[in-house]
């Protein structure tokens, strides 16, 4: 008996095409501006990963690349100006940044209705006040309203489930939890500090694991017939001098899950995907503000 293998790219296809048809509709393509700072390498390669899904979307993409040395004024000055432009939609601050740089503080700068990332305290606050859904009218994280739109693609039933997110970050854990609410599940968040974390995990139908731990969620952990969500990512050794890719979720989880994400495959094509859904949607926004 395996888990049905729950791959990330047909969801991902879906969403992209969603949002290149709603570009088109537009007077003006909808674009996206990248910043980033530094020469770390992942930051390097998230930005390229974004244009690329930008040209797939049909969307204007612009990098601003910083040098490591830029300043906080010098960047709250660069987001003034492209919050003031109305040629630009979308405003996302690849992270990591530089350590000398308030990442926080930077996010609050940007205006709320180009928070492409749903970063901003306006837009948490919204997303908690709201209801999470995809389709509810604020800019959500990514990764969260990835995996919903995963969920449905496949057909997983949330409403009235009990569904447990494994993680209490701004990025996946607290916003997942707030989507999964507003999609009508019971919703639990486990974390650090739980304790006895399989008794909890146990009682997932929906389970979202977003440890940033390899391997954490062993087959022990898992409801038998659970949907259970990877969002970990981790490079670990593998055959010989070769680095692998896994989640957070031990693959023998297949065993006992009714179904599963794979690690890679799963989770990570829908994060690209749904942030140019996200431009789209800023864009819609912005330029009917216009219209009136
Ligand atoms: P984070 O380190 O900011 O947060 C991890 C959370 O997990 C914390 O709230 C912590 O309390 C909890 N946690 C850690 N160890 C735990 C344990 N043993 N038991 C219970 N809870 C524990 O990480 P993050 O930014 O939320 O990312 C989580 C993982 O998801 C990482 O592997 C990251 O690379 C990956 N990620 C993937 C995507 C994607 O698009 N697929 C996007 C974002 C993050």
Not at 14 to 43: E, M, N, Y
Not at 100 to 127: I, M, S, Y
Not at 269 to 285: C, D, G, K, S, Y
């Amino acid at each position: 008996m395996g888990a049905r293998i729950l791959a990330g790219a047909p969801a991902a296809q879906a969403i992209l095409a969603q949002a290149s048809q709603r570009a088109v509709k537009l007077p003006d393509r909808p674009h996206l501006v990248l910043v980033r700072a530094g020469t770390d390498p992942a930051s390097l390669s998230y930005v390229r990963g974004k244009q690329r899904h930008a040209d797939i979307a049909g969307l204007r993409s612009t990098v601003h690349a910083l040098p490591e040395s830029v300043t906080l004024p010098e960047l709250l000055a660069l987001i003034a100006t492209l919050n003031a432009d109305r040629d630009v939609h979308g405003i996302l601050i690849q992270l990591p940044l530089p350590a000398h740089l308030p990442v926080a503080l930077l996010q609050e700068a940007v205006d709320p209705r180009k928070d492409v990332d749903g970063f901003h305290p306006l837009n948490v606050g919204r997303l908690w006040t709201g209801g999470g859904g995809s389709d509810h009218p604020l800019l959500a994280p990514c990764t969260p309203l990835g995996v919903l739109a995963l969920l449905r693609h496949y057909e997983i039933p949330v409403a009235g489930r009990r569904a447990v997110v494994v993680g209490r970050s701004d990025i996946v854990g607290r916003p997942m939890a707030a989507v999964l609410l507003g999609a009508d599940a019971t919703v639990t968040v486990a974390h650090r500090q739980t304790s006895d974390l399989g008794a909890v995990t146990r009682e997932a139908d929906v389970l979202v694991v977003a440890a940033g731990q390899p391997w954490l969620m062993t087959p022990d952990m898992v409801r038998p017939g659970a949907a259970v969500v990877d969002v970990g990512i981790h490079r670990i050794p593998g055959d010989g001098h070769q680095l692998h890719l896994t989640g957070d979720v031990h693959p023998e989880v297949a065993n006992v899950a009714g179904a599963l994400t794979p690690v890679p495959g799963g989770v990570g094509p829908l994060t690209v995907a749904q942030l140019m859904l996200n431009t789209v949607i800023a864009a819609e926004r912005q330029i009917d503000w216009r219209a009136v």
